[in-house]
């Protein structure tokens, strides 16, 4: 099976922008968590979505947002961007069984540079 | 709040001797243990993983120890080779979310 992909590997935005980072899960995932990850802060969590729906989120502002399609692909968007927003932005994907507390697997990230 | 400490914060070895990291977490509700090594430029990988209901699980030079009265859980690689040099984290979640909190990792060198 392939694993996470994630997509661009690598982006560069000035102060101000917005940008929409995208992941597709493993076949036959059905959620799909959103990380930060800063050598600051360490890893984050973001969000999850499981059938096109939030189910879980973490503490970040409203800049911070996500959706997942029926195909369970999931983007993630932060509007208004900040330097502080740099970061490795890592998606996870789990089965999504209901119970929770599986594993997830991790995709490369994306690596997201604000000037 | 919900909190991961994770202990030392980097860690040599000689290859072949063992290595030890501890995690303690706050939530007595976390149910589920991950643990992940992440190398330079890629992901985090799920090397193992233990549940509540178990004390210790073991896969080849890989252990991971649970004391849930203690709330500490922690990883031990034997016969380290150079090869398990990366940075280790651990992770604790619970039924009902998908939410993780994760320690701060540990930066393993493993010296041949």
């Known amino acids: 099976k392939a694993g996470v992909t994630q997509t661009p590997r690598y982006l560069i935005k000035t102060r101000g922008q917005q940008v929409t980072l995208s992941c597709s899960p493993i076949?036959?995932?059905?959620?799909v968590s959103w990380y930060q990850q800063t050598p600051g802060q360490g890893l984050q969590f973001l969000f999850e979505?499981?059938?096109?729906?939030?189910?879980n989120k973490g503490n970040f502002p409203g800049r911070f947002s996500g959706r997942q399609f029926s195909n369970s692909r999931s983007e993630m968007n932060v509007s208004t961007l900040e330097l502080g927003d740099s970061a490795l932005y890592l998606c996870?994907?789990?089965?999504?069984?209901?119970?929770?507390?599986?594993?997830?697997?991790f995709g490369p990230g994306t690596r997201l540079t604000v000037t | 709040g919900e909190n991961v400490e994770q202990h030392p914060s980097t860690l040599s070895v000689q290859e072949g001797d063992s290595a030890v990291i501890k995690c303690t977490y706050s939530?007595?509700?976390?149910?589920?243990f991950p643990w992940y090594k992440q190398e330079l430029g890629k992901g985090p990988q799920l090397i193992i993983d233990?549940?509540?209901?178990?004390g210790e699980k073991k896969d080849q030079r890989i252990a991971v120890t649970l004391n849930k009265t203690a709330k500490h859980f922690s990883l031990h690689i034997t016969e380290t080779q150079p090869e398990d040099s990366a940075v280790y984290f651990c992770?604790?979640?619970?039924?009902?979310?998908?939410?993780?909190?994760f320690g701060t990792g540990t930066r393993l060198k493993v010296l041949a």
């Open positions: 996870a994907s789990s089965l999504g069984s209901s119970g929770g507390a599986y594993e997830q697997y």
């Open positions: 076949s036959g995932h059905r959620s």
């Open positions: 979505y499981f059938s096109e729906t939030q189910r």
């Open positions: 939530d007595s509700a976390s149910n589920y």
């Open positions: 233990i549940r509540s209901n178990v």
């Open positions: 992770a604790a979640s619970k039924s009902g979310t998908y939410k993780y909190i």
